[in-house]
């Protein structure tokens, strides 16, 4: 079970889906392009960092908003 927690600073990636309102091909496919990189964890379940996943997030809303 400990591997579906991350440490402090970090997302899992259902937390990231959940804060960015997107689905498991959407996330890969920020990480396939390079927007979000990975930050640890394992292949299989792996990390983000809260800010970058923020950043997006503010951007998205950001976009919306104009």
Known sequence: MDDLLAP???LTA???QRALGITPGALRNLVYRGRLARSGGTA???WYAAKDVAAIA???AE???A
């Open 8 to 10: 402090a600073g970090y």
């Open 14 to 16: 259902r937390d990231t």
């Open 44 to 46: 299989r379940h792996p």
């Open 58 to 60: 503010a951007n998205r």
């Open 63 to 65: 976009r919306s908003a």
